[in-house]
């Protein structure tokens, strides 16, 4: 059978908009590589463009450093949000739509990979993408 290669439409819970934002010049860099990762926090924010965004705080196993990454609820990033999910240990196959909250991603356990990029004339460690972990969760 022919897989459907469409996204879930991802609809957002009702949740407080927090003010706090990561402070990048405080987190020690994290070094490149695959890393298993446990959800510290979740913070939602406004994008540049007006969509809603979660900064998603990390905590790599075995390491001090911490790491975030950024979730954007449009169009174009559904596919971010379906992979950090599924790395997360969120089933929605067959789900034509989804609702995300903050609360539905804390405490979870997934896998990262980091890579280095430059930002601000600053080196930082990124979330280059989320990866399918089967590990017990």
């Known amino acids: 059978s022919k897989k459907d290669n469409t996204m879930p439409t991802v609809r957002l819970g009702e949740s407080e908009t927090a003010t706090k934002h990561v402070d990048w010049d405080k987190l020690p860099l994290l070094p490149e590589g695959s890393y298993i990762v446990r959800v510290s926090d979740v913070i939602e924010t406004q994008s540049k463009d ?41 089933d929605v196959s067959g789900a034509d739509e989804f609702d995300v909250t903050p609360d539905l991603l804390r405490g979870r356990c997934g896998e990262v990979s980091v890579l280095h990029e430059e930002w601000g004339g600053k080196t930082k460690a990124g979330v280059k993408e989320w990866l399918a972990w089967d590990a017990v969760r």
């Open 50 to 90: 007006g969509s809603t965004q979660f900064w998603v705080e990390l905590k790599a196993r075995g390491q001090d450093e911490r790491l975030s990454d950024h979730l954007t609820f449009n169009e174009k990033s559904k596919w971010r949000i379906e992979q950090c999910l599924r790395s997360l240990g969120v």
